[in-house]
T-cell receptor, first 110, second 112 residues
Framework: KNEVEQSPQNLTAQEGEFITINCSYSVGISALHWLQQHPGGGIVSLFMLSSGKKKHGRLIATINIQEKHSSLHITASHPRDSAVYICAVRSRGATNKLIFGTGTLLAVQP | DVKVTQSSRYLVKRTGEKVFLECVQDMDHENMFWYRQDPGLGLRLIYFSYDVKMKEKGDIPEGYSVSREKKERFSLILESASTNQTSMYLC???????????FGDGTRLSIL
């Protein structure tokens, strides 16, 4: 079993829909990252969380440390949100290394 | 703005060749990383470097080596390329361990 599991693996939505991507992890962590990868390869860091909730534009990330679970929400989704969303955790005591989920492929249709 | 530049977007090499992938960052970051990304497996760490001439093996170092002679440049070397090293290779850097990593655009390497 992977230490970081994402669901769903694939997601298709209509423009305007509210989207949720989930991440569960099995190790103790110091931080959790959400990353976005567009077709062509480049990866951009969206959020780094260690507790609570963060918001940036239409994106919201939450984390529940006790339940070892995080969610990434996209409000009013748009075709330009189509990308792979990757959850990664930094385990306690391993400050230089991230453990990555396999990603969620999101397609937002107009 | 932060910039991590990988020398090639696409590269095609032959089995047995020695292959060099170059990565340069302009942020004076201490840490640099090489990952490979394969469908269904996510990103896996090959090597990382926390200072000039310092390196540490990641999860899948076999068949690879690295070089960091200058702070801004981190090279990944495939000593004798094999077809199972066909993959997307991503370089990243971070200021210190707990800061977010900044990624390059990736090199899609095909070994024929």
């Amino acid at each position: 079993k992977n230490e970081v599991e994402q669901s769903p693996q694939n997601l298709t939505a209509q423009e305007g829909e509210f989207i949720t991507i989930n991440c569960s992890y099995s190790v103790g962590i110091s931080a959790l990252h959400w990353l976005q990868q567009h077709p062509g390869g480049g990866i951009v860091s969206l959020f780094m969380l260690s507790s609570g909730k963060k918001k940036h534009g239409r994106l919201i990330a939450t984390i529940n440390i006790q339940e070892k679970h995080s969610s990434l929400h996209i409000t009013a989704s748009h075709p330009r949100d189509s990308a792979v969303y990757i959850c990664a955790v930094r385990s306690r005591g391993a400050t230089n290394k991230l453990i990555f989920g396999t990603g969620t492929l999101l397609a937002v249709q107009p | 703005d932060v910039k991590v530049t990988q020398s090639s977007r696409y590269l095609v090499k032959r089995t047995g060749e020695k292959v060099f992938l170059e990565c340069v960052q302009d942020m004076d970051h201490e840490n640099m990383f090489w990952y490979r990304q394969d469908p269904g497996l996510g990103l896996r760490l090959i090597y990382f470097s926390y200072d000039v001439k310092m390196k540490e093996k990641g999860d899948i170092p076999e068949g690879y080596s690295v070089s960091r002679e200058k702070k801004e440049r981190f090279s990944l070397i495939l000593e004798s390329a094999s077809t199972n090293q066909t993959s997307m290779y991503l370089c990243a850097s971070s200021l210190v361990g707990y800061q977010p990593q900044h990624f390059g655009d990736g090199t899609r390497l095909s070994i024929l």
